[in-house]
């Protein structure tokens, strides 16, 4: 069964365009997680939510956009794609009070 | 800010040989320690993790971690590798705030 899930598992879009990444969660965690991967493998942060509230907002253009529906879901809506968006952006999940995140499989976003 | 750092960029080693990967982080508070691994084209999975108590760690796949508190390290070891052991490693510490912060990566590859 699959614990993180995230769709699509690759996304090939022109500059300018607007796109979404979809996570699903079937842990029951209460936290979710976006991070960026870049082409040097490097992982940041980019957003967390706590039962639907935004929690962590690191310093990320406006053009990126969470959105959680409900605590199993944790979307990421990114407007105006640039160049350099092309990256691995991993979805991750863990228990309010436990700090173990559970990894997605990524979605490997190419901007041309 | 706290920040994680790792020490070896890349790893090459043949089967067998032993292996140790650096990992410090600068906070001095309490901190929560982490060694996640990440197989070619796949997500990133937990190999183990300290919270409190023994500060030898044993995880999955024959790996161990030591934390020593006084050196603000936390290193990873394994004994003897295989060539299933390539792959990219990371080092994340997190604090209270549910914000994990990961090192650059080490790139293990394992010569058959």
């Known amino acids: 069964d699959t614990a993180v899930s995230q769709t699509p598992k690759y996304l090939v879009t022109q500059m300018g365009n607007d796109k979404s990444i979809k996570c699903e969660q079937n842990?029951?965690?209460?936290?979710m997680y976006w991070y960026k991967q870049d082409s040097k493998k490097f992982l940041k942060i980019m957003f967390s939510?706590?039962?639907?509230?935004?929690?962590i907002n690191e310093t990320v253009p406006n053009r990126f956009s969470p959105k959680s529906p409900d605590k199993a879901h944790l979307n990421l809506h990114i407007n105006s794609l640039e160049l350099g968006d092309s990256a691995v952006y991993f979805c991750?999940?863990?228990?309010?009070?436990?700090?173990?995140?559970?990894f997605g499989p990524g979605t490997r976003l190419t901007v041309t | 800010a706290q920040s994680v750092s790792q020490h070896n960029h890349h790893v090459i080693l043949s089967e067998a040989a032993s292996l140790e990967l650096g990992c410090n982080y600068s906070?001095?508070?309490?901190?929560?320690l982490f060694w996640y691994v990440q197989y070619p084209g796949q997500h990133l999975q937990l190999l183990l993790k300290?919270?409190?108590?023994?500060?030898l760690v044993k995880g999955i796949k024959g790996f161990e971690a030591e934390f020593i508190k006084s050196k603000f390290s936390f290193n990873l070891r394994k004994p003897s590798v295989q060539w299933s052991d390539t792959a990219e490693y990371f080092c994340?510490?997190?604090?209270?705030?549910?914000?994990?912060?990961f090192g650059a990566g080490t790139t293990v590859t394992v010569r058959a």
């Open positions: 991750a999940s863990s228990r309010n009070t436990d700090y173990e995140q559970y």
């Open positions: 842990l029951g965690h209460d936290t």
């Open positions: 939510y706590n039962n639907k509230e935004l929690i």
């Open positions: 906070y001095g508070g309490t901190v929560n």
């Open positions: 300290y919270f409190s108590g023994d500060p």
């Open positions: 994340a510490a997190a604090l209270y705030d549910y914000k994990l912060s």
